[in-house]
Each structure stands twice: as structure tokens, then as C-alpha cells.
């Protein structure tokens, strides 16, 4: 059965403290991606990684870097968290190679105070 | 600038009724769509997909219908059950997969 984890599904930071959010599939896909889930603006791309070590950026990426050392592990990281980074973090990973679905973590729910 | 768009945040149905969710998108690149399922404090799980060669994909009570020329697809639930409640997003992506573009989502209440 496929599975995609993130560390934690609920976390409560402070403003400018520096925040890791990870995600391991055992899936051994090549795709990874990071999304934000606001209410009225769907679910949001800040980054996605094709590789180990490669990364891009999506369309929200400011204010958040990602690592990507091995291929099962998406780490994403907010460098000085912000209160306008209250949000859902939803992690996805995709297998290259025809026409498939990306499968989803759980999710992070985000509170930055 | 929104690729895919869903312009109804909200739907009530009754229950045993059709439930029909409607996506529109921009760019004709796009070959698969998708459309998801997603409760409160959980992530989307997959629902049901269809490719540009096709207009029409069929699993159980879900169907997915595709028009290309208008750039529109729509999921219809038959019958509608209250365990459906939840919001669903429409998705689509490229021949590649490498991205992937969401709708806003719209959230379906099916009243018992």
C-alpha cells in the first residue's frame, strides 16, 4: 500500500523561528512536492523536486527553501517563520512514466503566532 | 494567473440525488485530469482520472466527463451519499506530470 508521511500533523510556532517540515514516501518516486492549502485558493505549488538534489521552484516560493538528500525525503523549511504561513502544508510524491495520480500526505496544519 | 478554476465553492444535494462538480481550464497543453477528495485535517485522495483521448471515464457512482473544446470537465456523483461530504479539487497536468494545477476546490454537502 503506498504511503506518503509528514513528521508532524499539527505544529505551533513563533514568528521568525526556523521551521522544518518533512516528508518521506516509500514509494520510491522520483517526484516530490510541497503545496499549501488556503481556504478560497485551493491547494497552492511552492516547490517540487524531480531528483535528489534538484529542486524547483513552484508558484509560491518565497519565504521557503527544500532539501532534497535522498529520494524518499522532501524536507520543506521556512527560514523565519511568519504569521501569514498559518496554513495547511500538504506533501504529494509522483511516479514518472505515464498517466498517474500524485499521492498526498496527511498533512501539517501550520499556526505561526 | 488561475489555470483551472472551480466557480462554485459550494454544493448542497440531497442525498440519493446527482451531485455535479464543474472545472474549467485554460491551457489546452493540458492532457490529464484528475479530480480529488478531501476531508477536514486530511490530505486529497484520489477519486477518479480521465485523459484528453477520452470524454468520458466510469468507476462506480463516479463519473468523469471531458469536453475538450470548452475546456470544461465535471465529476458526476450518482447516487450522492452523505459519506461524500467533503471538498473535492480538480486538477490538471501536462503529457510530462511534472506539474500539477488545482482548482480551488468546491465543497460538496450531501444532506441525508
Known amino acids: 500500500d503506498v504511503k506518503v508521511t509528514q513528521s508532524s500533523r499539527y505544529l505551533v510556532k513563533r514568528t521568525g523561528e526556523k521551521v522544518f517540515l518533512e516528508c518521506v514516501q516509500d514509494?520510491?518516486?522520483?517526484?516530490m512536492f510541497w503545496y499549501r492549502q488556503d481556504p478560497g485558493l485551493g491547494l497552492r505549488l511552492i516547490y517540487f523536486?524531480?531528483?535528489?538534489?534538484?529542486?524547483e521552484k513552484g508558484d509560491i516560493p518565497e519565504g521557503y527553501s527544500v532539501s532534497r538528500e535522498k529520494k524518499e525525503r522532501f524536507s520543506l523549511i521556512l527560514e523565519s517563520a511568519s504569521t501569514n504561513q498559518t496554513s495547511m502544508y500538504l506533501c504529494?510524491?509522483?511516479?514518472?512514466?505515464?498517466?498517474?495520480?500524485?499521492?498526498f500526505g496527511p498533512g501539517t496544519r501550520l499556526t505561526v503566532l | 494567473d488561475q489555470q483551472v478554476k472551480q466557480n462554485s465553492p459550494s454544493l448542497s444535494v440531497q442525498e440519493g440525488r446527482i451531485s455535479i462538480l464543474n472545472c474549467d481550464y485554460t491551457?489546452?497543453?493540458?492532457?490529464?485530469f484528475l479530480w480529488y477528495k478531501k476531508y477536514p485535517a486530511e490530505g486529497p485522495t484520489f477519486l477518479i482520472s480521465?485523459?484528453?483521448?477520452?470524454d468520458k471515464n466510469e468507476d462506480g457512482r463516479f463519473t468523469v466527463f471531458l469536453n475538450k473544446s470548452a475546456k470544461h470537465l465535471s465529476l458526476h456523483i450518482v447516487p450522492s451519499q452523505p459519506g461524500d461530504s467533503a471538498v473535492y479539487f480538480c486538477?490538471?497536468?501536462?503529457?510530462?506530470?511534472?506539474?500539477?494545477?488545482f482548482g480551488t476546490g468546491t465543497s460538496l454537502t450531501v444532506i441525508p
Open positions: 504529494a510524491s509522483f511516479k514518472l512514466a505515464g498517466l498517474n495520480e500524485q499521492f
Open positions: 514509494m520510491d518516486h522520483e517526484n
Open positions: 523536486s524531480y531528483d535528489v538534489k534538484m529542486k
Open positions: 491551457n489546452s497543453m493540458f492532457d490529464y
Open positions: 480521465i485523459s484528453s483521448i477520452k
Open positions: 486538477a490538471a497536468s501536462g503529457w510530462t506530470g511534472n506539474q500539477f494545477y
